[in-house]
């Protein structure tokens, strides 16, 4: 019995140390801030969403449609200049899970040269400024930005945590079969 309880110590102490590494491995700078999150506001008439459109004050906007991985996904309205960048930016940023380098641009409508998809590598703009990959945003595109399925600090400590649970539960039943 005192292996049994030495061994259930070992496990808790292992388990809370993987737990605290991988939450100081969480980036703390990005955060939820979904109480600033301000939008541009449209118009107060109706809206066409295949076409450019201008607010009370005359500036020229269009509606893009966020999905996937960013803080506020959704329908957001940009100006007509607006880059990948202010759009990541009027969306409250991307989350910690998502993976920068396979965004994903989709048109309504092909292009003149037929093409509607195109996949945009965000991350070499967080790196070093490079825009090269970035896209002309047109009303009515669809922006995706993917989930990271890499593999984590915290993935690493619950597959770990899944084991050994595995482990002392056989120890356990081998134990408790022996009385």
């Known amino acids: 019995m005192?292996?049994?309880a030495i061994?259930?110590?070992?496990?808790?102490?292992?388990?809370?140390?993987?737990?605290?590494?991988?939450?100081?491995?969480?980036?703390?700078?990005?955060?939820?801030?979904?109480?600033?999150?301000?939008?541009v506001n449209g118009p107060s008439?109706?809206?066409?969403q295949d076409s450019y459109f201008t607010d009370d004050f005359g500036n020229?906007?269009?509606?893009?449609?966020?999905?996937?991985q960013a803080n506020h996904s959704g329908q957001v309205i940009v100006q007509e200049?607006?880059?990948?960048?202010?759009?990541?930016t009027t969306v409250g940023g991307i989350s910690p899970n998502a993976n920068p380098k396979k965004i994903i641009v989709i048109r309504k409508y092909p292009d003149p040269d037929g093409?509607?998809?195109y996949k945009v590598n965000f991350k070499k703009f967080l790196k070093n400024g490079d825009r090269s990959s970035?896209?002309?945003?047109?009303?009515?595109?669809?922006?995706?930005?993917?989930?990271d399925n890499g593999i984590s600090l915290a993935t690493?400590?619950?597959v770990i945590s899944l084991i050994s649970g595995g482990f002392n539960s056989y120890y356990i039943l081998k134990q408790i079969s022996k009385y």
């Open 81 to 88: 200049d607006a880059d990948l960048a202010t759009l990541i």
């Open 7 to 39: 061994l259930i110590t070992i496990q808790c102490i292992f388990l809370t140390t993987i737990s605290s590494l991988s939450s100081a491995a969480e980036p703390s700078a990005i955060r939820d801030k979904s109480e600033s999150f301000k939008g």
């Open 45 to 48: 008439y109706p809206l066409v």
């Open 2 to 4: 005192k292996r049994l």
């Open 156 to 158: 690493i400590s619950q």
């Open 115 to 117: 093409t509607q998809f």
């Open 134 to 147: 970035f896209v002309v945003l047109k009303p009515n595109d669809t922006v995706i930005i993917p989930e």
């Open 60 to 68: 020229i906007l269009m509606t893009i449609n966020v999905l996937g």
